[in-house]
């Protein structure tokens, strides 16, 4: 068996969460390649190389996959999957995007968010918001997984992979990268984050929510954790819960709708 | 220009599941079902874009079973024009979802599609993205605003570090992100009028296609039982527990 594991970048640094990707694809078991496409990323695909248990990183460097569009990203993966059993991301915005492109377009089922490996082709993930764990088995040839970082530990640096280019080049004229605004922060991406630290009933109101920072300064050095994770939301007891401003990757419920219900058909 | 909306019937959200002693799936017996909430941002939106002058039709579609024809009953209360059903009792996941909506873009040829981002029952994440990949067409998912300017969509997505705005061409696929719209409640005489309103019935075999899924649902289990909370005397008790008990910190 074999695994391609798309890295996951953000401003021409490898994210940490690809690290518990390849750990996830070590439990799988097979060699294990990493995929790193964008524009101007060879000091990213070094960084992959540097991983534990990662056999060959493979870089589509072409203006192309800047940003990692889900049209030319995903005829990409589509394209080098034939060599895999396995493709997997992280479960992040972009791998979400991307991923189940990829499945439909090698016409296979995706699986999202496993929080374990069972077997090769077993996974174990959540539904109803993480209410209810199912195991599930894909019967098709091409496993193509996202991966919820916080199931599996990160895997070390002490590795040295090959590199290797890709030259394939996907044709995009369908979608345009038109501009990004990234929320500004000295603390890290909440999937990042070694400590959350979230605040509940007891702050009383949204404003002591800034007493949080006291403590999370104390934890770590300031330019450690800090991200304006919460939106504090202060509302009635019946309808008090803080709004994530998106939903942790710890959290195992989403927050849902603000509204009361859908309307019920009269029967 | 046409809008095709995709709405599922998922157990209604503020219900608690249960799962089945035999832990074989969810127990969805005498349980109260509802359109999925990023569905129902769905039709909202191309509601708005009908109010907007911007569509002229929205067709609200379902895969799933007889029951489903409420939901789309519902979205017909909200707005929508006329409905399509594709009626299976097979368990139906996100791709073979997608390969109905596939022939159903193909047949209606609509100039948007816009679909949930994701169905609060299983979780998934995946059929607008592989609608996209089987029509060929470019995606906008975890919208939280969509432009329409004459043959393009600008859309702006809800990415992990903030927001992100892509331009695409049409015919496009926009998935709902939470932030796009609050959706409205639908009216009595609305209602009334949605009883009224054309809803076709077709089967996969209609389409030519299969939806039943590859992947096999083995056991589903209830998440580990919460542990009740201690109160601990001191501030010195607390970091170490931190420390030494939970190892959050170091």
């Known amino acids: ?267 | 220009m046409k809008i095709l909306v995709a709405v599922k019937r998922v157990i209604d959200y503020n219900v608690k599941i249960r799962v089945k002693p035999d832990n074989s799936d969810v127990d969805l017996t005498n349980v109260k079902m509802a359109m999925n909430p990023f569905c129902e941002i769905a039709v909202e939106e191309a509601v708005r874009l009908k109010e907007k002058g911007v569509a002229t039709e929205i067709v609200a579609v379902t895969v799933g079973p007889k029951a489903a024809q409420e939901q789309l009953r519902t979205a017909l209360a909200l707005g929508a024009d006329r409905a399509i059903h594709v009626e299976t009792d097979e368990r139906v996941e996100s791709l073979g979802a997608a390969k109905a909506l596939a022939k159903l873009v193909e047949e209606e040829q609509p100039g948007l599609v816009i679909l949930g981002k994701q169905a609060i029952d299983t979780d998934n994440n995946q059929t607008g993205q592989m609608l996209a990949a089987l029509t060929g067409l470019p995606q906008g998912t975890f919208a939280s605003e969509v432009k329409v300017e004459g043959e393009k969509v600008q859309v702006t997505r809800e990415i992990d570090g903030g927001l992100q705005t892509v331009e695409l061409t049409l015919p496009a696929i926009v998935t709902t992100d939470l932030r796009l719209n609050e959706p409205r409640y639908a009216k009595l005489p609305d209602i009334m009028k949605a009883k009224k309103k054309p809803l076709d019935v077709k089967t996969p075999a209609d389409l030519g296609i299969e939806v039943a899924s590859k992947v096999k649902l083995v056991k589903v289990e209830p998440p580990a039982e919460r542990q009740g909370g201690v109160k601990v005397d001191s501030v010195d008790e607390l970091v170490d527990k931190l420390k030494n008990e939970a190892k959050v910190i170091s």
């Not at chain 1, 594991?5 to 750990?23: F, Q, S």
């Not at chain 1, 991307?98 to 959540?126: G, M, N, Y």
């Not at chain 1, 019967?139 to 890709?166: C, H, Q, Y």
């Not at chain 1, 939903?247 to 029967?267: E, G, I, K, M």
């Open chain 1, 1 to 267: 068996m074999s695994i391609l594991v798309l890295a996951e970048h953000h401003d021409g640094a490898l994210a940490g969460a690809t690290a518990h990707v390849v750990a996830a694809a070590q439990q799988i078991g097979g060699d294990i390649d990493v995929l790193v496409a964008g524009e101007g990323v060879s000091a990213i695909a070094e960084a992959a190389a540097r991983l534990d248990g990662v056999s060959k990183v493979r870089v589509a460097d072409n203006a192309a996959y800047a940003h990692l569009l889900a049209e030319p990203t995903a005829a990409l993966i589509a394209e080098l999957a034939g060599d895999y059993s396995h493709v997997l991301a992280v479960a992040s915005t972009t791998g979400k995007n991307v991923l189940p492109r990829v499945a439909a377009l090698k016409d296979v089922a995706q699986i999202s968010e496993i929080i374990a490996v069972e077997s090769a082709d077993t996974f174990k993930r959540p539904i109803y918001a993480g209410n209810a764990i199912a195991t599930v088995q894909s019967e098709d040839a091409l496993k193509v997984i996202t991966v919820r970082t916080t199931g599996f530990d990160a895997v070390g640096e002490g590795g040295s992979a090959a590199i290797e280019a890709v030259d394939f080049v996907a044709d995009n004229a369908q979608s345009t990268f038109i501009n990004e605004e990234l929320a500004q922060s000295d603390r890290p991406e909440l999937g990042a984050a070694k400590v959350v630290i979230s605040g509940g009933r007891g702050m009383g109101n949204g404003d002591n929510f800034k007493l949080l920072d006291g403590i999370a300064d104390k934890l770590g050095p300031p330019s450690a954790p800090r991200a304006p994770r919460w939106t504090p939301v202060s509302c009635p007891t019946t309808c008090r819960w803080a709004r994530p401003a998106r939903s942790s990757p710890r959290t195992s419920t989403l927050p849902w709708a603000s509204r009361v219900p859908s309307s019920t058909w009269p029967a």
